[in-house]
T-cell receptor, first 113, second 113 residues
Framework: SQQGEEDPQALSIQEGENATMNCSYKTSINNLQWYRQNSGRGLVHLILIRSNEREKHSGRLRVTLDTSKKSSSLLITASRAADTASYFC?????????????FGPGTRLSVLP | DTGVSQDPRHKITKRGQNVTFRCDPISEHNRLYWYRQTLGQGPEFLTYFQNEAQLEKSRLLSNRFSAERPKGSFSTLEIQRTEQGDSAMYLCAVTGRDPYEQYFGPGTRLTVT
């Protein structure tokens, strides 16, 4: 099973509101990344946070990482209709079998105008 | 545009046939990854290359799958004796200046009938 798990599975908000998505993982990691995927389109890299970082910002995005809890959150502030997409967290780490790259099942965000 | 092209974009094949997909980054990238994605799920890691060396392969990957990157630039993914369960989107990704940020191609959608 995938180690990355996003929460919630689906989120619906009004334009202008903030959206928060959470991700949990199980193994040690080198870094954690968030990606966006619009319906029928490719995956787009949003932000990377390394295991020794606790918080990172990029525009309207804020990512936190708590390695003690093996969790991360993605906050999108002042959401827009164009933010409607699926958001995936992905971990780059190691398990007993070697290096692994694991994506979660994603959070489907709908931003209503 | 991530600078990664994949060919073909769509492939329909009969069960038992072999298929080969190609991934072409437009410039030199050290790392190249292959993923598989089914509807409503995040990408599932298949394998990755550092230059021409295949460094990791998912332990869950059937031996019907093989990948090559002969000159450290383009890569091919072959599936032998396809099964209906192989139907998915096959994604290729490369790293940029940061060795961990991945940039995805548009994918090849495989349908096995």
């Amino acid at each position: 099973s995938q180690q990355g798990e996003e929460d919630p599975q689906a989120l619906s908000i009004q334009e202008g509101e903030n959206a928060t998505m959470n991700c949990s993982y199980k193994t040690s990691i080198n870094n954690l990344q968030w990606y966006r995927q619009n319906s029928g389109r490719g995956l787009v890299h949003l932000i990377l946070i390394r295991s020794n970082e606790r918080e990172k910002h990029s525009g309207r995005l804020r990512v936190t990482l708590d390695t003690s809890k093996k969790s991360s959150s993605l906050l999108i502030t002042a959401s827009r209709a164009a933010d409607t997409a699926s958001y995936f967290c992905a971990t780059d780490g190691r398990d007993n079998y070697g290096q692994n790259f694991v994506f979660g099942p994603g959070t489907r965000l709908s931003v209503l105008p | 545009d991530t600078g990664v092209s994949q060919d073909p974009r769509h492939k329909i094949t009969k069960r038992g046939q072999n298929v080969t997909f190609r991934c072409d980054p437009i410039s030199e990238h050290n790392r190249l990854y292959w993923y598989r994605q089914t509807l409503g799920q995040g990408p599932e890691f298949l394998t990755y290359f550092q230059n021409e060396a295949q460094l990791e392969k998912s332990r869950l990957l059937s031996n019907r799958f093989s990948a090559e990157r002969p000159k450290g630039s383009f890569s091919t993914l072959e599936i032998q004796r396809t099964e209906q369960g192989d139907s998915a989107m096959y994604l290729c990704a490369v790293t940029g200046r940061d060795p961990y940020e991945q940039y995805f191609g548009p994918g090849t959608r495989l349908t096995v009938t």
